[in-house]
């Protein structure tokens, strides 16, 4: 099973931005669907972003679409996660996850793998 470990979060002032990274290991990469997840407290996990297996598929949730964009780097086992205009309603803890199928409005029950998590709070 694959190992994912996130980095990037942080505290950040509404309208900025940060990065999150996703580095994976113990797997083929490349043949992962990679997914970000979040959950703000007393909240379900829900679905961010997912990217396929070479990254020229994407899908966002609605609610991040416009402001956030995901991408992958198979050459370095990696997931990333560009926030700009950060929201309020954007802090929460952010998750990578790792699937071996694709879907645009994926489940956390879709993906067999994941990270610790990194906090991400945006502050007025």
């Known amino acids: 099973q694959v190992q994912l470990v996130e980095s990037g979060g942080g505290l950040v002032q509404a309208g900025g931005s940060l990065r999150l990274s996703c580095a994976a290991s113990?797997?083929?990469?490349?043949?992962?669907?990679m997914g970000w997840f979040r959950q703000a407290p007393g909240k379900e996990r829900e679905f961010v972003s997912v990217i396929g297996r070479s990254g020229t598929i994407t899908s966002y949730a609605e609610s991040v679409k416009g402001r956030f964009s995901i991408s992958r780097d198979n050459a370095k086992n990696t997931v990333y996660l560009q926030m700009n205009f950060l929201k309020l309603e954007d802090t929460a803890v952010y998750f990578c996850?790792?699937?071996?199928?694709?879907?645009?409005?994926?489940?956390?029950?879709?993906?067999?793998?994941w990270g610790q998590g990194t906090q991400v709070t945006v502050s007025s």
């Open positions: 113990g797997g083929t990469f490349s043949r992962l669907v």
């Open positions: 996850a790792a699937s071996d199928k694709w879907g645009s409005n994926p489940s956390p029950r879709d993906f067999g793998s």
